[in-house]
């Protein structure tokens, strides 16, 4: 399985702060790569795919980059709703993997 | 606007079978470009990827569940299921349905709102 690895597991920070989260793939997976948004109770919600896409109706603050093992999400304005959970995804090789999740709590 | 529904009993003894069903509604689930799809998440703890189905019946499932996983599709009915055997306490988890997207990087666009299930006697 391809492990996939975020950095940090949790972050504190502070409204208008510019973010970045980390995510390393144990082997290269090109840009199959896609990030998602947890609250509590809630179901994970795509903000980006194949590493830079934009999933439709998501704020143009978020943005993702990268290729091969090393990708980053960008938020880089935070909102009060920004606060939440964010997951990577491979989807290069069965079985799909996420990371660990990254904890985005306010200061 | 498409939307998926976990349905099925909130607590399953242990050795028996998990059932879960999704229903999914606004959209067919006999369009192609779809992987239906099952993850979990133990309370507390990150997503793991179960496994999906085609519209044509295709399955794939992860290696460290596949003896135990069966997931089907009724089209006639627009839903989809999850059967996981013998199940232990390690399988209490919210268990969602979602719709993979079949492009370039399959990604999972909607999901169910997730239901849990608890494995206890």
């Known amino acids: 399985d391809i492990q996939m690895t975020q950095s940090p597991s949790s972050l504190s920070a502070s409204l208008g702060d510019r973010v970045t989260i980390s995510c390393r793939a144990s082997?290269?997976?090109?840009?199959?790569l896609n990030w998602y948004q947890q609250k509590v109770g809630r179901a994970p919600k795509l903000l980006i795919y194949a590493a830079s896409t934009f999933q439709s109706g998501v704020p143009s603050r978020f943005s993702g980059s990268g290729s091969g093992t090393d990708f980053t999400l960008t938020i880089s304005s935070l909102q009060p709703e920004d606060f939440a959970t964010y997951y990577c995804?491979?989807?290069?090789?069965?079985?799909?993997?996420f990371g660990q999740g990254t904890k985005l709590e306010m200061k | 606007q498409v939307q998926l529904q976990e349905s099925g009993p909130g607590l399953v003894k242990p050795s028996q079978t998990l059932s879960l069903t999704c229903n999914v509604s606004g959209g067919s689930i006999s369009s192609g470009g779809y992987y239906w799809t099952w993850i979990r998440q133990h309370p507390g703890k990150g997503l793991e990827w179960i496994g999906y189905?085609?519209?044509?019946?295709?399955?794939y499932y992860n290696p460290s569940l596949q003896s135990r996983v069966t997931i089907s599709i009724d089209t006639s009915k627009n839903q989809f299921s999850l059967k996981l055997s013998s199940v232990t306490a390690a399988d209490t988890a919210v268990y969602y349905c979602?719709?993979?997207?079949?492009?370039?990087?399959?990604?999972?666009?909607?999901w169910g709102q997730g239901t849990l299930v608890t494995v206890s006697s």
């Open positions: 979602a719709r993979g997207v079949q492009v370039y990087a399959t990604h999972y666009d909607h």
């Open positions: 082997q290269t997976i090109s840009r199959y």
């Open positions: 995804q491979q989807s290069y090789s069965i079985p799909y993997t």
């Open positions: 189905i085609s519209y044509s019946g295709g399955t």
